[in-house]
């Protein structure tokens, strides 16, 4: 995916007035910089400062309609083409269609994060009033008229480079997803003071949690199994008496399909300034696999340690290298003296002695070849 700062700085004029179009090209796409023959010229008659080059505009591409109904078709458009607008100037007061206002509320309902420059004389509405029909007061400014060439500069590189580092962020989100998903891994927040809660969405795929899950703390460790419940809920007591981290391994059941399922939780908790609680942040981790294959290796040590025969383990060599012992048995340390600690991770020829019978030696070499 192209880099956020790449992509076009796509801006979209509603305005029944086709000279306000033209003025807001002329603002924000200045004609470019003089040829070097009248920099010359200009060096000549005025000096060196007017013969400096002037500092490079950012680059704009900007798209006009003169109805509210055609810069909704403008911005879906531009959607379908993966190339949405970051910012739309609309006139308040259009005659011809729908007003700004509800230029805005419709452009919304399928560009919910395109920034909105409403531009508007001192009559037409009050802030109170424009507030209580745009509810979504973090993703609109109020320009008045007449503009001030500046001010409409300003507005542009402000409202573009934010939505350039959104789109960065939102990039880096995705990428996190990706990494937390390949790790089955996933976050949360929960807020001590509101209850509410937040994850993503590799935890929903771990716990089995689809949007008819209520999500709180309470809940979520409601999947946890019953005998498991109590030690995560010590550890995340104790992380919060003593200000440290927890980390609690525990058997899960899924939500969805009651599937059991084995877990690491992991966390943390944030205070304010006077030492309460805000956040506790934390993560579950899903650790099925080599729990499953932990469990097994537990089993076959169990039943290993129960035969009265000698019994060695050793890793697969490549070949002409050695094998190593990686694992022996109770009756190998009481019939042959050597501790578990001794032998583990020594060739096996380790146990080949000057008396050790050399038929028995080839035996052993055979089995060990195959």
């Known amino acids: 995916m192209n880099s956020a700062h790449t992509l076009p700085r796509r801006i979209l004029v509603i305005d029944d007035n086709p000279a306000i179009h033209d003025d807001f090209r002329k603002v924000l796409c200045p004609p470019t910089s003089p040829s070097p023959a009248l920099r010359q010229a200009a060096s000549a008659l005025f000096g060196a400062v007017a013969a400096s080059a002037p500092q490079a505009q950012p680059a704009y591409d900007i798209d006009v309609a003169s109805r509210g109904q055609d810069g909704l078709a403008l911005v879906r458009a531009a959607l379908e083409q993966g190339r949405p607008y970051v910012l739309a100037f609309v006139d308040m007061r259009m005659p011809n269609g729908w007003s700004g206002i509800e230029t805005t509320r419709e452009i919304w309902r399928v560009a919910p994060e395109l920034q909105v420059v409403l531009c508007t004389a001192f009559s037409d509405y009050s802030w109170d009033q424009i507030r209580a029909e745009l509810p979504r007061s973090d993703r609109f400014l109020i320009l008045k008229k007449p503009f001030d060439n500046v001010e409409v500069q300003q507005l542009a590189a402000a409202l573009t480079e934010r939505a350039a580092t959104e789109l960065a962020l939102a990039e880096n989100d995705r990428l996190l997803d990706q990494a937390e998903q390949a790790a089955r891994i996933g976050h949360f927040i929960s807020d001590v003071r509101t209850g509410d809660w937040t994850n993503s969405v590799s935890l929903d795929e771990i716990f089995g949690i689809d949007d008819n899950f209520q999500r709180d703390l309470d809940h979520w460790l409601g999947l946890v199994d019953a005998d ?143």
Request: charged share 20%.
């Open 228 to 370: 498991w419940r109590a030690p995560l809920r010590a550890s995340m007591d104790a992380a919060l008496a003593t200000r440290g981290n927890f980390e609690v391994t525990c058997r899960i059941v899924r939500w969805r399909d009651n599937r059991p399922g084995w877990v690491a939780a992991r966390g943390h908790w944030e205070y304010d300034q006077q030492g309460r609680p805000l956040r506790l942040i934390g993560s579950f981790q899903d650790v099925s696999a080599s729990h499953a294959t932990l469990e097994q290796q537990r089993l076959l040590e169990a039943c290993v340690a129960r035969i009265n025969d000698m019994v060695v383990i050793g890793e697969q060599a490549a070949p002409g290298a050695a094998h190593r012992i990686v694992y022996v048995n109770e009756a190998f340390v009481q019939v042959t003296g050597h501790t578990r600690e001794h032998v583990t991770g020594h060739s096996i020829w380790l146990l080949r002695g000057p008396q050790t019978d050399s038929a028995e030696l080839e035996r052993i070499e055979a089995a060990v070849a195959h």
